[in-house]
């Protein structure tokens, strides 16, 4: 429990220069631009969870040390990192389909 918590506070401040990086002003002129917007911001954030995923995966897999269950545990994670990437796509897909055919026009 104590190593979890270390790696979230450990995460959490590679994380921060990202989250807090001065961005331009934008002005928001429609509904379509706000969404954009907050459609790029999550596709960032999906994008270092991909990534944190991943790289968690292959330590899990470095500290297997050969034990079975440790393997298991490592390809489990890497499986799921797929998967949410994978989900990840689609929900990018759906909102590009639905948006072409109400008119937004990505």
Request: charged share 5%; aromatic share 10%; glycine share 10%.
């Amino acid at each position: 429990m104590n190593k979890t918590k270390i790696a979230l506070i450990f995460f959490a401040v590679l994380l921060l220069p990202v989250l807090v990086s001065a961005q331009p002003a934008v002005r928001v002129g429609s509904l379509q631009q706000v969404v954009n917007i907050i459609q790029n911001a999550l596709w960032i954030v999906f994008g270092l969870l991909a990534v944190i995923s991943f790289v968690t995966a292959g330590i899990l897999f470095l500290f297997a040390g050969g034990q079975p269950e440790k393997v298991v545990a490592a390809r489990s994670a890497a499986v799921w990192g797929v998967v949410g990437v994978i989900v990840g796509i689609v929900a990018y897909s759906i909102i590009a389909i639905v948006s072409s055919v109400v008119g937004g026009g990505y």
